[in-house]
């Protein structure tokens, strides 16, 4: 899986690089403080990123469930259930990140539902 970090983000962490080590601390303690496993805490992360219709989140929180063993139907299937609480067009457009992304990063069945 390739090591991507928008330039944005990166930007972030050279301008700010004490708030950017506070907001680390704090995920990290999020993160042990969270009784799901690390699969689960991202596809619940991946859900409410969507909801907030927050590209970049989706993105990386695609990125981060399958490397934490979720598989890209499980992603679609997060996506999808944005339909009736988020809206279509918001399902929509996140389908269409985590192809993009399914893609990019060479997945097993990266892109299959977008042919």
Known sequence: MADY?????KQFLDRFPEVA??????????????PFDERTDRLIRLAM?????????????????????ATLD??????LGAITTCG????IAA???????A????????GAAAS
């Open 95 to 101: 389908l269409g990140w985590i192809e993009e992304v």
């Open 5 to 9: 970090l928008p330039t944005i983000y």
């Open 88 to 91: 279509f067009p918001t399902a």
């Open 21 to 34: 080590e506070a907001q680390g601390m704090l995920a990290r303690l999020v993160r042990e403080r969270s």
């Open 49 to 69: 990123a969507i909801g907030a219709e927050a590209e970049g989140a989706v993105r990386s929180n695609v990125r981060k469930a399958v490397e934490h063993g």
């Open 103 to 110: 893609v990019a990063e060479n997945f097993p069945d990266g």
């Open 74 to 79: 499980e992603v679609r299937a997060v996506a």
